[in-house]
């Protein structure tokens, strides 16, 4: 059985978070965030040190699951916005996954449209931005590891554990 234990979110003094999330739980090999649906990811912000102001509508998870190889984000850009700042990274590349919308995703000085189910790599030295050009909220995901970093991958890196597969009737209900 799992020693879960729940805990109330902390903020982080130099990485400032504005919302709580619902729920947060870990065990010895789990971390859980319970974010809420993609409609709340309005109340979420960060204080990104380097731009010196907050960041609505984006909550980070490293902190928050303890992650040790990637960074990974939701985010939520609004109808008929853009993100308002270009930004690149030192070591890390990203993975952009926009689960919904219409709008258009620039990395230097190429334009590519963003479509539902549109998933984009960026390396490390890419200047990129994302805007969403329609009247629906558009709801995206991004990763981001170091660049060259990845040895193993499902193929090769996932193991098959015997036994059947079994459900407590109990457990896990929310
Ligand atoms: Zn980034």
Known sequence: MSTATTKSATRSPNFPRKGDVHEQLSGPNFSLARIGRPEELSRYGIRHPAMGRTVDGKVFLQELLNLTAMEISFGLIPPQTSIPFYHKHQQNEEVYLFINGQGQFRVDDTIMA??????????????????????EPMFYICIQAKAGSLEQWTGTDGIGVPGEVTWPDDAGKA
């Open 114 to 135: 963003i479509t539902d189910g549109t998933a984009i790599r960026v390396a490390p030295d890419g200047v990129r931005c994302a805007r969403n050009s329609s009247s």
